[in-house]
């Protein structure tokens, strides 16, 4: 990888024209772990974008290295036993892995903020919520403790927290889990950050309040035109929000699409069997379908393609060669804008 | 609140009861008698013992001893020596300034020193520093504390001359430094270990990647996020550690000749006198209820979750 | 002195630490197969210095408590007064008579080291097994059935741990004139089963609400069989660290209550009685109470380290 070897301070203007103004631009990003079984390889080569305002949903199941992408991204991976031996995290122009931890740190939660999966355990459980909202006010923009408290019941209000100003000082436990992520939410969005990494957002909640949440953290994002990247393993969350899905498989995306596209015709086996594993009301009692197997190990990820056990269309060039990400067409060979697969027999796929 | 103060009130009583009770029996159903060891060496006379034992009670059953005892209490009498007939209060009284004090100052070394080494060697779980001060806290806790306390009087007090070997004057905090050292030291190395796997745990804990992601500075993560989730089991630790820093002081008490309770309490034994050990032991039930009664009411400080009803 | 009433730290720390439930870890790679939580921390362990470490060290003190003819000819009750006293140690005599020196009575230290270990060894070993059934009992009691009985053990807890321990046993062992071992052994259970207890009670109550106790239950299994095969196996685990801890606190206390002349009586030997011995010639001749005292003291750090060994390996939150 060349680009690594670039040298330590990059010219503004050269990683300026790279990245064609993204918010975000990750490049060939690895993340290894390094435990007492061996080096899991978590994150292997993953590239991905956002513009402001743009919404990339990145989807797999646990253990395809999204969760652990985000973290490299926010500065928040457990180093050791986490390790990034190469790749490039670019905000505004700037690669994040070669800043200070000082210079991270200013970005993190300023810039980039983060809504984690279970509101419950990542607030602190004996502070108060409205000192966990000032919190970021007065050590990003050093206001008083009284000045961040009325910031924090706005929040509130913003997020629709009924009886915002009684309740700023009750602790987390004393929320419902609905209310409790609208409060992570508030967190994420009280120094009206870039971009906005969200983990899982509504996957600790009941299916009722999931909607709920989603609409917000949506309506809010557009309102003040921020990246968002949306973690999820589940499918009917991305379709309503997303601008464009990326599918990670061990540690490696292996699908991008605009979200319809992605939805209507597949380029990749695994994304297939993940859209094919939906129930669907106009398919009653035809029985589930489930792609077949476990997600890989990761300190012994499969030769070749990674998903070659569990695909029905391996061939013996899966098993030996890694496939690229081609960039998909139509059967004519006009490029389809944005679309992208990591299979040797993506044409097939997608064809038919 | 005031509910379960009350509550918990309550419940102490039958502790109490409990406690003063099994150390009454122990006192006195073991063998040995106070008033035969009032005549030393020489053959006791018999009537003069019969009327000593009548004279004070002691020749009544037992379970009357206790109520008489109990009776007393309440009306704050301790009782009386066999030898010298004096008020139990007033050595309890003399001696317990004294311990308190010394208690005191072990007792701020094991929060001070204790937690810091702890909340340092947590954080830096796993390096050099770690290991240091766990290699120190397991020493400590393995050489018995007469053999620390003896080595660090040779050394300061002979070798070096830096303190008296012993102490000539309890209300001088100087010469009281090496001695509750010695005396917390235990304590020290626990609070130490205790902090330490806290920290270690709660370092992992959900909210404390949040705290990071929220780009919180490393110094506010550890002083507001961590360190108050982390003390919650050391509190119970402490509170429960002033009773028996004043009963553990018997050693300490002993190499530096400090006149408290520790020494008291050893006397009372060679002298077997019955009414001071149970007085002694009395007065540090009572401290040790109250101390483990706010303990309980500080975790509600402490952790919002907990709520007394 | 508080080193006594300091074993309670230690059940506190593994009661909060090893709350006795299984645990998966969600965290990182599917491992091929899926390892049951005592086959990991067995895997855990022996890879562990310290475990392994404390381990050796705690095989050989057994087989000198148990034999300790095998490793010294020399004996440790009569010594030669005229040309020993108080001999410095010859470190170069590995294994011989004179490598720790001599005492105050001209006894080989080195054979006094070893024959001092069986009674230090019985006094550790016996009153943790003591306290380990019957305080594991009355918490298990408490824990399980709750309600009246649990109020009655856990005040009878409490009424026991108002005690200081230290102080507690200085009477009852002031008492008897002649101590054997079985005496203190018999003295420090009977004031330090407490802490057993209360850690026993915390982790059968943890346990008892765990998804398959009351699946078990849902089945229909007795309560005998629940108590024995769901909730003990999966509750004991705090309840071992913390008897392998307090062992070596008791071995220390053994010694304490010697130096305070309360110790084991008559002519047994004993690393604690033999260290306060050696307290009279700190100043002039500090190998009497260096050599006793380091044999004791690594006794004490190798059952130490062996605890907190396990406690690593059964904490999941430590990993």
Redesign the interface.
């Known amino acids: 990888m060349t680009i690594t070897d670039m040298p330590a301070n990059v010219p503004g203007p050269r990683s300026g024209e790279d990245n064609g103004g993204k918010l975000l631009d990750v490049r060939d990003l690895h993340v290894e772990f390094h435990t007492r079984d061996g080096v899991a390889k978590a994150v292997n080569g993953v590239n991905y974008s956002v513009d402001a305002g743009e919404t990339l949903a990145v989807l797999g199941e646990s253990g395809s290295g999204k969760s652990v992408t985000a973290q490299a991204i926010m500065g928040i991976l457990d180093m050791p036993p986490g390790k990034i031996p190469q790749g490039e995290i670019i905000f505004r122009g700037q690669d994040m892995l070669k800043m200070s931890s000082e210079e991270r740190r200013k970005i993190r939660g300023n810039k980039i903020a983060m809504i984690f999966q279970d509101a419950l355990s990542a607030l602190n459980p004996v502070l108060s919520v409205g000192y966990q909202l000032g919190e970021m006010f007065r050590v990003h923009e050093g206001l008083s403790k009284k000045e961040a408290k009325a910031k924090a019941v706005e929040l509130m209000d913003r997020v629709r927290i009924p009886a915002a100003k009684e309740r700023v000082s009750d602790y987390p436990h004393q929320f419902s889990g609905g209310m409790r992520q609208r409060i992570m939410i508030a967190m994420a969005l009280a120094l009206e950050p870039d971009l906005i990494i969200a983990d899982e957002p509504t996957t600790a909640l009941d299916v009722t309040v999931q909607a709920q949440v989603m609409e917000l953290l949506a309506e809010l994002q557009r309102e003040y035109n921020m990246g968002l990247i949306l973690i999820t393993h589940d499918l009917g969350v991305v379709a309503d929000v997303a601008d464009k899905i990326a599918v990670m498989y061990a540690g490696r995306i292996v699908e991008t699409a605009p979200v319809h596209e992605l939805y209507k015709r597949p380029a990749h086996p695994y994304t297939k069997g993940l859209l094919d594993s939906i129930p669907r009301l106009d398919q009653k009692g035809q029985g589930l379908f489930a792609i077949k197997g476990l997600p890989p190990n990761l300190l012994k990820i499969p030769s070749g393609c990674a998903f070659n056990p569990r695909c029905p269309m391996a061939q013996d060039e899966c098993r030996s060669e890694i496939p690229a990400l081609h960039q998909v067409t139509e059967r004519d060979g006009a490029e389809l804008a944005g679309r992208a697969s990591a299979c040797h027999f993506w044409k097939e796929t997608i064809h038919g | 609140m005031g509910r379960y103060v009350a509550r918990r009130l309550l ?1 102490m009583i ?3 009861i ?2 003063t009770l ?2 009454f029996l ?2 006195n159903v ?3 008698d106070p008033v035969r060891a009032l005549w030393g060496d020489k053959p006791p006379d018999p009537t003069q013992v019969a009327q000593i034992r009548h004279d004070r009670g002691l020749d009544l059953p037992l379970w009357q001893q206790y109520l008489h005892y109990m009776w007393g209490l309440l009306q704050g009498d301790f009782g009386k020596t066999i030898a010298g007939n004096r008020p139990v209060l007033d050595e309890i009284t003399r001696a317990f300034p004294v311990s308190v004090r010394l208690a005191a100052m ?1 007792w701020t070394f094991e929060l001070v020193v204790g937690i810091t080494l702890g909340v340092i060697a947590g954080i830096r779980r796993g390096k050099v520093i770690d290991t240091a001060v766990t290699l120190f806290t ?2 400590v ?7 620390i306390g ?2 660090l009087q ?1 050394y300061f007090g ?1 070798n070096l001359g830096w303190i008296t070997p012993t102490v000539q004057d309890s209300t001088n905090f100087g010469q009281l430094m090496v001695p509750a050292l010695v ?2 030291m ?2 020290l190395a ?2 130490a ?2 902090t330490r ?2 920290i ?2 709660n370092r ?4 404390i ?9 490393r110094k ?1 993560i550890i002083t ?2 961590l360190l ?2 982390s003390l919650i ?1 050391v509190v ?2 402490l509170g ?2 002033i ?3 004043m ?6 008490e ?1 190499i530096f000749n400090v006149t408290g309770v ?1 020494n008291l ?2 006397d009372a ?1 060679a002298r ?1 006198e019955g009414a001071v ?1 149970v007085g ?2 009395t007065v ?2 009572l401290v ?2 109250l101390a483990s009664l706010l303990v309980d009411l500080l975790y509600a400080v ?4 907990i709520r007394y009803a | 002195m508080p080193d006594l009433t300091k074993t309670s730290s230690a059940s506190e720390e593994a009661a909060a630490i090893v709350a006795g439930t299984p645990v998966t870890s969600d965290a990182g790679p599917a491992p091929e197969k899926p390892r049951s939580l005592g086959a990991d921390a067995w895997r855990d362990l022996r890879r562990n210095p310290l475990f392994v470490v404390s381990g050796l060290l705690i095989l050989v003190i057994l087989l000198v408590a148990a034999f300790p003819g095998l490793f010294t000819g020399a004996n440790p009750d009569t010594g030669d007064q005229a040309n020993h006293f108080l001999g410095k140690p010859n470190l170069g005599h590995v294994f011989q008579e004179d490598w720790f020196g001599y005492d105050g009575t001209g006894r080989s230290l080195y054979a006094r080291v070893l024959y001092g270990a069986r009674n230090s060894i019985i006094v550790g070993l016996g009153v943790t097994i003591l306290v380990t059934i019957f305080g594991g009992l009355m918490g298990m009691l408490a824990g399980y059935f709750g309600g009246f009985w649990d109020s009655l053990i856990s005040r009878l807890t409490d009424v026991f741990f108002g005690i200081p321990f230290l102080l507690g046993s200085m009477v009852v062992l002031n008492a008897f004139t002649h101590r054997t071992v079985w005496v203190v052994t018999g003295a420090l259970a009977f004031l330090g089963w407490t802490q057993i207890a209360r850690v026993m009670r915390g982790a059968v109550i943890t346990t008892k609400h765990a998804d398959y106790v009351m699946a078990a239950k849902a089945l229909g299994a007795g309560t005998k069989r629940i108590l024995f095969r769901h909730i003990l196996p999966n509750a004991i685990a705090p309840v071992i660290v913390v008897a392998t801890i307090s062992l070596g606190t008791y071995i220390v206390a053994e010694s304490t209550l010697s130096y305070l002349g309360l110790g084991l009586g008559g002519d047994s030997i004993s690393w604690g009685g033999d260290i306060s011995d050696g307290t009279q010639f700190i100043r002039n001749y500090p190998h009497v109470l260096l050599f006793p005292a380091g044999a004791l003291s690594i006794t004490v750090l190798a059952f130490i380290m062996m605890g907190d060994a396990v406690r690593e390996a059964l904490d999941p939150k430590l990993r």
């Open positions: 419940q039958p502790v109490f409990g406690t099994l150390i122990m006192v073991l063998p040995g072990a397991l020493v806790i393995s050489v018995p504390i007469f053999v003896l080595t040779l002979n005396l917390g235990v304590g626990y609070v270990r205790l796997t806290s270690a745990e992992s804990a959900d909210y990647r949040t705290a990071t992601a929220k780009g919180l500075p506010r507001v996020h108050r989730n089991p119970t630790y429960t550690d009773g028996s820093l009963a553990g002081a018997v050693i300490t002993g520790g309490l050893f034994l077997r050990i002694i032991v540090l039930v040790y209820l402490l952790d919002p979750r």
